[in-house]
């Protein structure tokens, strides 16, 4: 048994809390998985976790390991991947993040051309809207809306992100188009979040600076895809990112409104930890989605549908 499988499995065990979750994850048994554990201790002199059955409680001794051993076994797959890096066969398995409606709308949609390229790669996808700590969590990377600030992570921009004030044609209809920003007082703004129970202000960009607004509204919530959806049925205006309505926008189901106020776009970056050598793998699915969205992203392009 090599040192580099019972390290690995200590850390799957200690991070899913469960010997049955790894060995269902890990194709093993859960007794392979406790003798492993049981090799590394005698190996080691030390007690590494407690096992009752309220679950796996770490020592210190375990504490310590784990930390450890997270960077230890990341670097080995780091010059394994940087020593397969030059081959034209990418392999493995890679996972990742997303933003839940950009997964679906524009990842999901980009998986089938990707894997005709790299057929011996496994892939995962995990659409979310939550953070992922992809180094504890065993991500590869991520893809995030907006700036990253941990120095742990290295971020590469894909493309802008560029948020309007949208509505239906028939809203507009009734209720006007609003020309300047006081003229939103006189309309049903839809939120997106609460903030004590009060709607959020909007921010616009007017002669070079920020401007916050006060806007209201009978509906707010925190889905991103029923505000889209309150939107669509011209109940009222709200703020989207062109790459969530691009199809509506083209096809005259919505309009735009206050262009000319919009704040600089803010990117949507593939996030990935930062380590010594990139795996292949995960540069591989980077430029792929570089060259899948290009500049200006198809969903910006004038009839691409």
Request: aromatic share 10%; hydrophobic share 40%.
């Amino acid at each position: 048994m090599s040192r580099y499988t019972e390290l690995h499995s200590f850390v799957q065990v200690a991070q899913r809390g469960s010997f049955a979750a790894t060995a269902l994850s890990e194709g093993v048994t859960p007794a392979i998985l406790g003798r492993r554990l049981d090799a590394l201790e005698r190996r080691l002199g030390v007690k590494l976790m407690h096992r009752s059955t309220r679950g796996l409680t770490l020592t210190e001794p375990g504490e310590q390991l784990l930390e450890r051993a997270r960077h230890l076994l990341r670097e080995f797959d780091e010059v394994e991947a940087s020593i397969s890096s030059s081959s034209s066969s990418v392999s493995g398995h890679l996972v990742v993040s997303a933003p839940a409606s950009f997964g679906r709308l524009h990842v999901a949609p980009h998986v089938l051309a990707f894997q005709k390229l790299f057929p011996e790669l496994k892939l995962s996808f995990d659409f979310t809207d939550s953070v992922i700590d992809l180094i504890g969590e065993n991500y590869d990377m991520s893809l995030r809306i907006g700036a990253v600030t941990d120095p742990n992570y290295v971020a590469i921009k894909l493309f802008p992100n560029r948020r309007v004030v949208c509505g239906t044609p028939g809203y507009f209809a009734e209720h006007g188009r609003p020309e300047t920003l006081e003229d939103l007082a006189r309309h049903n703004c839809l939120a997106f979040n609460l903030k004590g129970g009060q709607h959020r202000g909007w921010t616009f960009l007017r002669d070079g600076r920020q401007v916050a607004v006060k806007v209201a509204g009978n509906l707010a919530c925190n889905d991103g895809e029923l505000l889209f959806a309150w939107i669509r049925q011209g109940l009222g205006i709200g703020w989207r990112s062109t790459w969530e309505i691009h199809s509506e926008l083209q096809r005259g189901e919505l309009v735009t409104v206050l262009d000319e106020f919009a704040l600089p776009d803010y990117d949507i970056q593939a996030v990935y930890p930062q380590q010594r050598y990139l795996p292949a793998k995960v540069r591989c699915f980077i430029d792929f989605l570089r060259e899948q969205y290009n500049q200006p992203s198809y969903w910006e392009r004038p009839h691409s549908l």
